[in-house]
């Protein structure tokens, strides 16, 4: 069984007096024990609603979430609310993306941990700030001792994300899911984190869903990348063979856009054309036509189903690039 | 810079500014490296004092102290509670006697006035005029502290339940919260104060507290709405935070500040507030209890023509204690401020 089996998750903003939006449009995928797995697409494609629907952490109000999210066979969205809070931080934890606005500004950094371990494992405070100061030890915080009565404001950014990692895998939970946990930072502590995300992810056999748009994150960490345009799973393969040969002519643009240090000097960076506000509804379609190279007439007629590929992935195409073309 | 040459041609300005170049003017170089070291000295103390771990408190405690507006306000603030707590020791004498050398003095139209054993004076019931006003810093401080605490109290209460619950009962409390903010507030004071049988000290503190409630409540929920959306709040649900230790952990704490700078300004209000109640005779009927505010309606008033420092002093101070916490609350407002955090 999987740990996270996310089965035709939809997410629909409905706004009084609106038409009502899809932002996640039956999106499938799974996660095994000690997995990771990236969900990568532009913003605006529906991976950090993908993530907080799975939380359970959508406002009730205006959203409407169908589907199944099930973790070790229970689903998630029709639990208890009170079962799902003492899930969470516990069996599954999140980091976000902006380390300074998710700490509490006016809490120091001790507490900040401590407060996890006590609603969870039942610590007193005392404990519980011995066990916070060896958690951030343990993400490779300078001088703990001292980090743990100072306020988020005082520690650096990279400081602030590595006291989030060790928050969320303070109890030791068996999936982390980290939304664009290192698009704040600068490139230097970017990587540091992802090594130190890696490490812990390995010495704690926790699952990791990455969701990112930079595909450098996902080569460096992810063994299956599940790729969402407009809300879709447009494609999903294993890492190596996604690098390789994307099949889908969304991912092969993503890749081809990269900048490359060995690219011929004078060569025009390569670009998608048009933007996200090209798109037509899954509906009429594949979102992804308008912006398409490769684009058919049945690429206007319904949408394309996803189907597995002899590489061992699934994708969501009527003429995929060939599997030939290697990316550059 | 004040002189382009002794910068333009200095690589390294740290260097040029401790040993003056020859050939250049000496003295302004050295008048303007002074200064450049003063700064950087006092920008490495300030770092350096950064360092260590200060509190939120400590840092705006620093900020409260570079800023001159706050030090006079506080120093009023100071002055004002001192005079209220000492004031058995200040006061030359009691405040409710009527001494004989005063009252046989009194006439329709002569109160006495400075004398080296009354340096104020004689009220018009032949008591001492400085002690009563020296105790008037009591009563004032007395009322203004309970009507701001009351009044902070119930508006936390309220704004903190609106806030946190949100939704029907949110509209509720605001919808109400908007009927006591649509009447002018002294106005409110007084139907509140009339509607009591008998108006008594009690009464005026009552009225001054409620009159304060819905602004701290509008504040507070406000905030709290905001807090609710932050993203520290999102991370706290994501760790399985329980609700009561949001709302009471995470979204309170960050909520109060404003309230608490309110509260200071608040206090200013609830001074005048109280004041123009006694003024208008709605205050407190115990002619022995001595209260800036009413010394200035009714005895200010009736013997202005007499002597006029009976309606002067008491007004002055007024005026000194509100401005002095006006000036208080808003330095408190910009020290707290995170803006200004660097």
Redesign the interface.
Known sequence: MSLLDVRDLSVVFQRRGERPFTAVDKVSFTVEPGQTVGLVGESGCGKSVTSLAI?G?LPKRGNKVTGEVLFEGTDLLRLRPDDL??????EI??I?Q?PL???????PIGIQVA??LE??QGRDRKQALRESRDLLDAVGIPDPQ?RL???P??ISGGMRQRA?IA??LACKPRLLIADEPTTALDVTIQAQILTLLKQLVDETGTALVMITHDLGVVAGLCDTVNVLYGGKVVERAPRHELFAHARHPYTHGLLNSVPRLDSPRGERLHAIRGSVADNIPWAEGCAFAPRCDNVVDACLEGPPPLEPTAGGGDLRCNNPVSEEVAVR | MSDPTTQAGTPAPRSGDDKPRPGMSERSIGLLGDRKKARLDELAQASASDRGGISLVRDAARRLRRNPVAIVGATIVALFVLMAIFAPLIAPHDPVQRFDELTKNLTVDTIPGSSSEFPFGSDPLGRDFLSRMIYGARQTLFVGVLATLIGLALGVLIGAIAGAFGGWVDVVLMRLTDVMLALPSLLLAITLVALASRSSQWTVIFAVAIVSVPIFARLLRGSMLAQRESDHVLAARALGVKERNIVLRHMLPNSLTAVIVQATLTFAVAILDAAALSFLGLGDPDINRAEWGLMLGVDGQRYFEVRPELAYYPALAIIVVALGFTLLGEAMREAIDPKNRR
């Open positions: 939380m952490l809070r003492d899930r969470r931080g516990r934890s999140m976000f902006d606005s998710s700490l509490n500004p006016v809490i407060e996890v609603r969870h001292r009565s100072e306020y404001h005082q989030l928050i969320a």
